[in-house]
């Protein structure tokens, strides 16, 4: 599931690659060239490629990309946020 280890462990890498999912879904544009069309194994080759990284809370995070360097709003939010495993309880359990 995690062939390269870039994430510490499975879990963190499930949450990571949901999240990613869950904005490309909602219309961000992929941030590598997808060999699929389905958004939990576009979000897992992005992940492999290194793109998009989880920044667990408290962490400092790194400046966010200039607005034009191509990545996507939700991208960009995804790598500024710092990761919160407690459960937003305004959203909707599915």
């Not at 462990?9 to 869950?22: F, G």
């Not at 219309?27 to 490629?49: H, M, N, W």
Request: aromatic content about 4%; proline content about 12%.
């Amino acid at each position: 599931m995690n062939p390269g280890n870039e994430v510490e462990n499975n879990y963190r890498y499930v949450v990571l690659a949901a999240r990613r999912a869950r904005q490309l879904q909602s219309g961000c544009q992929p941030l590598v060239p997808a060999r699929s069309t389905k958004a939990c194994r576009v979000a897992q080759d992005e992940i492999a490629a290194g793109k998009v990284k989880l920044t667990p809370a408290g962490a400092p995070t790194e400046a966010p990309p200039a607005a034009g360097a191509g990545l996507s709003t939700a991208a960009e939010k995804l790598h500024a946020e710092p990761f919160d495993a407690a459960p937003d309880p305004a959203r909707p359990v599915s």
